[in-house]
C-alpha cells in the first residue's frame, strides 16, 4: 500500500522521538522536517532541513500531511493557528507507537501523538494536539484537552479530566475523579488528590497550587 507523504515541524530532541514512531508506525513517508530559521546543511535522525514554512506553498507539497513535533504546547498551538490561516486545507497528522495500547472506545483528535509504552484505557476522549509521552498513563473515562500534554510516566486515575494547554509533569499522578482546569502546570512528581481552575502552577506532595500563571507562559 503506497504511503501518504509526511512533513514535520521542529527539529528539536523532541522532534526526534516522533521520527522514531513515524518510522515504526509505518504509515507515512517522511519527507523532512521545516524550521523556521533552517540550516539545510543539519540533519535530524538522517532528515534533512526541507526549509521554513514557506515551502507549503510549492505545489510538490501539496497533499502531504503535516506533524507539528514542538513540545510547548502553546508554541504549538501558534504554529497550528498559523498554518491553518495560510493553508487551510492542510491535513495535520496523528501518531501512535505500535507499542502503546488503546483501549475501546476511545476517541483521539487530529495532531495527537501517542509514544512509546502509554497507556490510554476504555472510553477516554483525547482531543486535537495533545501528547501523551513516553509511558504515561490514562486511565477510563478520562478527558484530555487540546494542546495539552502528559509527560513520561505520569498516571491519571478514572474519570480524571485535563483542561486544554495543561501540562502534567514526569511521574506526576492524579487521582481518579479530579478536574484540572486549563493552562496549568503540574509539577513533576506531584500528587494531585483534589480539583485546580485554571492559570495555575501545580505541585508538591499533595499537591497544592503554588502561584498564578499568565496563559502562554514559558515552562519548558
Known amino acids: 500500500m503506497k504511503k501518504e507523504k ?54 510538490i507539497y501539496k497533499d502531504v500531511h503535516l506533524f507539528i513535533a514542538i513540545g510547548d504546547n502553546w508554541v504549538r498551538h501558534l504554529v497550528k493557528e498559523r ?12 501518531l501512535i507507537h505500535p507499542s502503546a495500547q488503546i483501549a475501546k472506545g476511545v476517541k483521539i483528535g487530529e495532531g495527537v501523538c501517542i509514544m512509546a509504552g502509554a497507556i490510554v484505557n476504555s472510553d477516554t476522549r483525547i482531543e486535537e494536539f495533545t501528547i501523551i509521552n513516553t509511558k504515561a498513563s490514562m486511565d477510563h473515562d478520562g478527558h484530555f484537552g487540546a494542546f495539552a ?23 506526576a499522578t492524579i487521582k481518579h475523579g479530579v478536574q484540572i482546569g486549563a493552562h496549568n502546570v503540574i509539577g513533576g512528581g506531584a500528587l494531585v488528590l483534589k480539583n485546580f481552575e485554571d492559570n495555575q502552577i501545580i505541585y508538591g506532595v499533595p499537591a497544592n497550587a503554588i502561584r498564578s500563571r499568565i496563559k502562554g507562559e514559558k515552562y519548558l
Not at 30 to 56: A, M
Not at 83 to 94: E, Q
Not at 149 to 171: E, H
Open 83 to 94: 498554518i491553518s490561516v495560510l493553508h487551510p486545507s492542510i491535513k495535520f497528522a496523528t
Open 149 to 171: 500534554s502528559l509527560a513520561p510516566n505520569a498516571t491519571t486515575g478514572g474519570n480524571v479530566s485535563i483542561g486544554n494547554f495543561t501540562s502534567v509533569g514526569i511521574s
Open 6 to 59: 509526511l512533513i514535520l515541524i521542529g527539529a528539536s530532541g523532541h522532534t526526534k522521538v516522533i521520527i522514531d514512531i513515524v518510522e515504526k508506525q509505518g504509515k507515512f513517508e517522511l519527507l523532512g522536517l521545516i524550521e523556521n530559521n533552517p540550516n539545510l546543511e543539519k540533519t535530524v535522525l538522517g532528515y534533512g532541513i526541507l526549509g521554513d514554512e514557506s515551502i507549503l506553498s510549492e505545489p
